[in-house]
């Protein structure tokens, strides 16, 4: 059966899509709004053109998730597939041309032309089309969680940092008490944004703030009563100190919430059990880890996973020139889960603590030897989800031999 290349430039409120035959001939060529109803219209009109055309519709779809969801997954529940061009490569394949201008249309044309090259630009080794599978419902929850989550930690950070320079340029002295992701602090501001209110505060007033104790209360009340500020400012910023310490406490429960939803699906997902059972490792970044990878089948070979996950260097080599780079593209969140996992496990994983050891032996900074840590992590975690079992210890692999 022929197949007839076709793409789709994804939008807010609309998407543009374009088929085409083996000659370059445009079968389908309009805009497909963004409501189910236009998708399911759309469904029929491709099946009507299959069957006209005994031909297989294949899309080029510029990145996947976010405006492209639901399209994406009602293609795919539909029997079309599915792959994904970054807009980096678009951009240098449309730029071939030459054209000064660009739009929807065009881009969808270029999409449709780019997978027309599939099979001569993709081999065993490089893929420039990665085919979008339809990931585990469990995991595309826990992405859903982990990803939003971490949108709250980004605003959380934000709003923190926010906090902490006005306080240093109306009163740098409460910092000293505890930094702005303390609860106790948070708890103070909200409750006392105005400075000129601590000359008189008083110890039966301390306590009655939620998470300060009596030992705290007793501890702080001389200092935050002798406290200096800048009379001329507190007034004005009393309400943005208030408003930023109740978002962040906001944001704290918010984030918890999300902390045990995540452990609840987590338990459901055979891998996130695997992964878990590397010491260090808890449900938090074992289900962000397993959401974002989906499915590790669509992984080769774990270089692959490693180039992904952001934590390969690729060769760059020209002439004489003989160096490596870190990859452009790849997953920010799975990279920043490699990394942390790969900090925790430096405390509890004996193979862990000696090979980081020996990088920082090697003259490497703390953040380098992580990042090679995380890249010998992905082997492991690679043959324990292909091979569906546990983390083995060096331990549990000395006394199997003794048993055998």
């Known amino acids: 059966m022929k197949r007839l290349p076709g793409g789709i430039d994804i939008g807010s409120e609309s998407h543009h899509v ?72 678009l951009r240098r394949f449309r730029d071939v041309f030459g054209a000064g201008w660009r739009n929807d249309r065009r881009d969808a044309k270029m999409l449709a032309k780019m997978l027309k090259l599939k099979d001569h630009v993709d081999a065993e080794e490089e893929k420039a089309f990665i085919a979008v599978e339809k990931t585990p419902a469990v995991h595309e929850k826990l992405r859903i969680l982990s990803r939003h989550q971490q949108s709250l930690i980004d605003e959380k950070v934000r709003i923190q940092n926010r906090l902490k320079k006005r306080l240093l340029e109306v009163c740098p002295d409460i910092l000293e008490y505890a930094d702005t992701d303390g609860k106790k ?8 944004p105005d400075f000129s209110r601590y000359k008189k505060i008083t110890l039966g007033a301390l306590l009655k703030i939620e998470t300060i104790g009596k030992k705290t209360a007793i501890s702080i009340l001389e200092g935050l009563r002798n406290i200096q500020y800048v009379e001329e400012l507190t ?50 970044l074992s289900s962000r880890l397993a959401g974002e990878i989906g499915d590790i089948r669509r992984f080769n070979r774990e270089s692959q996973l490693a180039v992904y996950c952001g934590v ?9 020139k003989k160096k490596t780079k870190a990859v452009y593209k790849a997953n920010r969140i799975c990279k920043t889960t490699m990394i942390e996992m790969a900090g925790c496990t ?57 048993a055998a």
Not at 53 to 73: C, L, M, S, V
Not at 253 to 277: N, P, Y
């Open 312 to 320: 390969a260097c690729i060769d760059d080599d020209s002439g004489k």
């Open 185 to 192: 602090l948070l708890q103070i501001l909200k409750k006392y």
């Open 235 to 284: 007034d004005t910023y009393k309400a943005i100190i208030s408003s930023c310490c109740r978002r962040i406490l906001d944001l704290k429960e918010e984030i918890a919430l999300l902390d045990r939803e995540l452990e609840k699906t987590g338990e459901k997902s055979a891998e996130v059990m695997q992964l878990k059972s590397i010491m260090g490792v808890g449900t938090k």
């Open 346 to 402: 430096i405390r509890y994983v004996q193979e862990s603590k000696t090979y980081y050891e020996k990088k920082r032996a090697e003259g490497k900074d703390h953040n380098h030897a992580l990042r090679c840590l995380a890249r010998q992590l992905i082997k492991v975690i690679f043959k324990m989800l292909t091979e569906n079992r546990e983390y083995i210890y060096k331990e549990d692999k000395e006394y199997k031999k003794k």
């Open 18 to 89: 374009i088929i085409m035959d083996d000659t370059g001939k445009i079968l389908y060529d309009r805009k497909v709004a963004h409501r189910f109803s236009e998708f399911y219209k759309a469904i029929g009109e491709f099946k009507g053109i299959e069957e006209q055309h005994q031909g297989e519709i294949i899309f080029a779809i510029e990145g996947k998730n976010g405006y492209g969801a639901p399209f994406d997954r009602i293609l795919m529940e539909n029997g079309f597939k599915l792959y994904n061009v970054d807009n980096l490569k």
